[in-house]
């Protein structure tokens, strides 16, 4: 790469990383080839052995610590796809950042969301974040090369829920800080809600090229956002489309803990109203959130619909449990009735 071109006024890589409750996407542009949608690359390989598939365009927000997982054989903790189910791990802990909102109706009331026993939220957070940043620097190095990464400065933009605290944004931004975001001279950390985020996107093609037969100025939008941990709804007035898109907020913003994870903890209920004694005292790495049995219920709510199945069935050996509507004792199946 041109090393002169690389040093221009202004010249730098903007990195996306839309940090999820579940899943963890990142994407980057180059300023000096483009500012578009299209322009935008987006990691889709990240590594690891519980892939199931070459592509992936996000990874899993889980991490799994070295000095719990003795019998793994573990050099190092781990990350995304290099956490297997057999693994004792931590998830989920985005819900647990935010403690300063009042509680809702969709809180987490039953402590189903486990907090690890000597780290904080914030701390689980930049050691997951932490694999993720040295895996994007690898990424940045192989496609631009180790001489042009140690002069381009790098501009990271982590996504948040609309309804996050003053707090939380200052915690989220402490925890990225603390995993090497925005450690080098030169490099910058914002944040963006994730509707905006969501509209930027959106209007961007819808007005690429100056084709804006779908969006003129006065028009509204609403944007929901749908997340594994959060639903947030915002609404938009566009000001203008040209020369540059400009649209404000005409309210708050609005959403709460209702993401796809709430469908996860009240489904833990009801396996421990259904099967008592023999299901809470399984331990926790047979049913958190990158257990086996989780995945198998993140592929039934998948297959979720009207008119579907009336049932579906997930492996689990509960000891004690006899045969009944729910269970069947031979097979170790649990019977989800919709």
């Not at 006024?9 to 579940?22: E, L, N, S, W, Y």
């Not at 690359?41 to 592509?55: H, M, Q, R, S, V």
């Not at 603390?178 to 819808?206: N, Q, T």
Request: proline share 4%.
């Amino acid at each position: 790469m041109d090393m002169e071109r690389l040093k221009q006024a202004g010249h730098r890589i903007i990195i996306g990383v839309d940090f999820g409750t579940t899943f963890t996407g990142v994407g980057w542009v180059d300023t000096a080839s483009g500012s578009n949608v299209q322009d935008v690359f987006l990691i889709n390989d990240w590594g690891g052995k519980a892939k199931t598939c070459d592509y992936n365009w996000k990874v899993p927000t889980i991490v799994a610590y070295q000095d719990e997982n003795s019998s793994k054989s573990m050099k190092d903790d781990k990350w995304g796809f290099e956490v297997e189910s057999s693994m004792v791990s931590w998830s989920w802990m985005k819900l647990l950042l935010d403690k300063g909102q009042a509680e809702t109706h969709y809180d987490d009331s039953l402590q189903e969301v486990k907090q690890h026993p000597l780290k904080t939220a914030e701390q689980m957070i930049s050691d997951y974040l932490r694999g993720v940043y040295q895996f994007l620097v690898k990424k940045l190095e192989r496609r631009f090369g180790g001489e042009a990464i140690e002069i381009l400065p790098f501009e990271f933009w982590f996504t948040i829920p609309a309804i996050w605290s003053d707090q939380a944004k200052v915690t989220t931004k402490r925890a990225a800080q603390a995993a090497g975001f925005a450690s080098r001279p030169g490099d910058k950390i914002f944040l963006i809600p994730e509707p905006e985020a969501a509209a930027v996107a959106v209007l961007k093609e819808l007005t690429h090229h100056g084709d804006s037969v779908f969006v003129e100025p006065g028009n509204g939008m609403i944007i929901c956002d749908c997340g594994g941990g959060t639903i947030d709804i915002t609404t938009y007035a566009i000001c203008q489309t040209e020369p540059t898109l400009e649209f404000d907020e005409v309210v708050v913003g609005a959403g709460g803990k209702c993401g796809s994870t709430y469908i996860d903890r009240r489904f833990l209920i009801w396996m421990s109203n259904t099967f008592g004694s023999g299901f809470d005292n399984l331990p926790d790495r047979l049913k958190s959130p990158g257990s086996k049995l989780m995945k198998a219920f993140e592929s039934a709510k998948r297959e979720f619909k009207v008119g579907g199945y009336e049932s579906y069935e997930v492996s689990l050996h509960i000891p004690g449990v006899r045969d009944s509507d729910f269970y069947d004792e031979d097979e170790s199946q649990v019977k989800i009735p919709w």
